[in-house]
């Protein structure tokens, strides 16, 4: 195939994405059917198969079971906003845009125990099996759910203090550095990294979103003198939010 020319199923789901990106089948609207799509485009019933699929998993359209296949409603982009360390309301990163009083951001959370696997003992420089404690989060904004969050923090840190669970005590809610500060450890820097995977069912499943279709996750850890005392990943569905970060130049 010469450099630069496409399969003809990705021409085919090429000009059928520009017709829905422009409004020409707009959301709701049936899909021409495998049989149209072969006629339309002249083409073979393999290739109008393959070019549905790939419309499919890239979100645009969905099956609707004994009607056919239609177009999805393109939902609109938010804006997580990433700005540093806020005392008070909001004061964690990942709610931060929850308190702004335009949106009307709840949150639900769970705290248990639990054994660190490899991975998170390798973010929190523990050993694996070391005790931690795990807390779930999902976030709404205006009774929809937007976010999921889980984050680890080592007993060998909070155990036995009134911040030991993160939304429970005297401090509940108030964020890590304040609950760290509390008990005279001192946050002094923070890093998150952004990537991006498939949804896990079970993700999708709360969020409302497809199974195998990508979200983003910021991978979030605070450190206090260098060592790790929380560290936490965020999911949120990619084709719902955009993230933009404030980055004050000193």
């Known amino acids: 195939m010469p450099f630069g020319e ?18 020409v089948l707009p959301p709701h609207t049936r899909l021409p059917s495998q049989a149209r799509i072969r ?3 002249g083409v073979s019933d393999t290739v109008a198969l393959e070019a549905r699929k790939v419309l499919m998993a ?13 177009v999805r409603e393109r939902p609109a982009q938010r804006r997580i ?21 335009k949106v009307k951001g709840t949150w639900e959370s769970s705290s248990e125990q639990d054994e660190a696997s490899e991975a998170i003992a390798d973010r929190l ?8 404690m795990r807390t779930h989060y999902l976030f709404r904004t205006e009774g929809e759910p937007v976010m999921l969050s889980t984050s680890w923090e080592p007993l060998e840190v909070t155990g036995r203090t009134p911040v030991m669970l993160p939304e429970e005590g005297p401090l509940a809610g108030r964020g890590v550095v304040e609950r760290m500060a509390a008990i005279d450890v001192i946050v002094d820097n923070v890093v998150e990294e952004v990537g991006a ?16 279709h990508s979200v983003l996750v910021i991978s979030r850890t605070y450190y206090a003198g260098g060592r790790p005392v929380e560290t936490a990943d965020v999911v949120m569905l990619a084709d719902r939010h955009r993230i933009a970060y404030h980055l004050p130049v000193k």
């Open 197 to 212: 995977r498939p949804g896990l069912a079970e993700e999708a499943m709360v969020l409302g979103g497809v199974p195998g």
């Open 125 to 132: 420089r523990i050993r694996p099996g070391e005790r931690v």
């Open 81 to 101: 906003a990433r700005a540093g360390f806020r005392t008070g309301a909001g004061a964690t990163p990942f709610r931060q845009e929850q308190s702004d009083e």
């Open 6 to 23: 496409q399969p003809a199923y990705l021409r085919v789901a090429g000009d059928l994405r520009q017709k829905i990106v422009d409004g």
């Open 58 to 70: 890239e979100g645009l359209v969905e099956g609707r079971s004994g009607s056919g296949t239609y």
């Open 39 to 41: 006629e339309e485009y």
